[in-house]
């Protein structure tokens, strides 16, 4: 069974500065999608960015940025230019690519709780 | 399109009591889930379906009942309530065979159970 693991429950950054979160995971597959999601107080879900294990180049959408080290089974999110609206809590999940057959379930890891202190 | 639409939002149980929490969304996604969300601990999946008519176990679907009669709707049906059943629950859709293999989440009903 595929694991996901984020071993920052909390993290602080000042507004304007870069911040980066951690997630590592544990997966048999070769195929697979990583995602990040970012859970501001209001509880809704957003999906902030996506990465295709197949796809060597880092996923970057806007502000946001990944480092995705596969061997290493490394996916951390880079905020830079960090912003009020950023602070939420972030959560790194995994999915089966769909090519790879079985279940499709989103695996979430427990989170990364973010202030963006002004 | 309204996306994925949870009710309701709120709702405090008693102990024994049961309840349906409705989902339904209107982007013709195949695929249905429905995660609990308790603090500190992520989202954990309760059931979820690739199909209207096929419904299958999560990570923790003791205590919950599902059913996926059309394609639109996906309810959770909480019996027998415990407060071992409060938490935020989300309700997610996805097309199935995307190439994206995103989720798209409903607002969350927080339910109490007292």
């Known amino acids: 069974a595929q694991t996901v693991t984020q071993s920052q429950p909390e993290m602080s950054v000042q507004e304007a500065e870069t911040v980066t979160l951690s997630c590592t995971y544990d997966?048999?597959?070769?195929?697979?999608?990583l995602f990040w999601y970012k859970q501001p107080p209001s509880r809704q879900m957003i999906l902030v960015i996506r990465q295709e294990a197949y796809k060597q180049q880092n996923a970057t959408e806007n502000r946001f940025s990944v480092n995705f080290q596969k061997a290493a089974k490394s996916f951390s999110l880079k905020i830079s230019d960090s912003q009020l609206g950023d602070t939420a809590m972030y959560f790194c999940a995994f999915m089966k690519h769909p090519t790879q057959g079985g279940s499709e379930k989103l695996v979430f890891g427990k989170g990364t709780k973010l202030t963006v202190n002004p | 399109n309204a996306g994925v639409t949870q009710t309701p939002k709120f709702r405090i149980l008693k102990i024994g009591q049961s309840m349906t929490l409705q989902c339904t969304q209107d982007?013709?996604?195949?695929?249905m889930y429905w995660y609990r969300q308790d603090p500190g601990m992520g989202l954990k999946l309760i059931y979820y379906?690739?199909?209207?008519?096929?419904?299958d176990k999560g990570e923790v679907p003791n205590g919950y009942n599902v059913s996926r009669s059309t394609t639109e709707d996906f309810p959770l049906r909480l019996e027998l309530a415990a407060p071992s059943q409060t938490s935020v629950y989300f309700c997610a859709s996805r097309v199935g065979q995307s190439n994206t293999g995103e989720l798209f989440f409903g607002e969350g009903s927080r339910l109490t159970v007292l």
């Open positions: 982007m013709n996604h195949n695929y």
């Open positions: 379906s690739v199909g209207a008519g096929i419904t």
């Open positions: 997966t048999s597959e070769n195929n697979y999608y």
